[in-house]
């Protein structure tokens, strides 16, 4: 390759470099998304059909349901949720199965690095059937 080539292409290659950084102090940053939510795991023996509704200040703020057909497995996120005070319902076979308060920490998550957006709220707990 001759000389004018590779100068062409360090250049090329320095000018995509600090283009990418997003003055970010010479970090480069992905593009992976987030939301704010909630991550309920499951423990103990999980019905195979059952509803599980977020619920504060006495109002259901999400829910979802879960059997064979849309089976949703042992960890069950929530998204747009950041109630620090919540009530787990858990619902099986029309009756309520059982239910818990939390109290939830919400951590940052930073996908794209420590200093790169965006930056999202995520809280995880655990709830026993």
Request: proline letters at 3%; one cysteine or more.
């Amino acid at each position: 390759m001759n000389k004018k080539i590779k100068k062409v292409l360090g250049i090329f290659s320095l000018i995509l470099i600090n283009s990418c950084s997003s003055g970010n102090q010479g970090q480069i940053c992905t593009l992976i998304g987030c939301s704010n939510g909630l991550t309920v795991n499951l423990k103990g023996t999980i019905p195979a059909s059952y509803k599980l509704a977020v619920k504060s200040n006495g109002q259901e703020v999400a829910s979802k349901e879960c059997n064979e057909t849309t089976q949703c497995g042992t960890s069950i996120s929530f998204d747009n949720i950041e109630n620090t005070a919540i009530i787990l319902e858990l619902t099986a076979n029309g009756a309520a199965a059982k239910s818990q308060d939390f109290t939830v920490e919400y951590k940052d998550l930073k996908p794209n690095g420590e200093s790169c957006p965006p930056v999202c709220k995520r809280g995880t707990v655990e709830f026993t059937i």
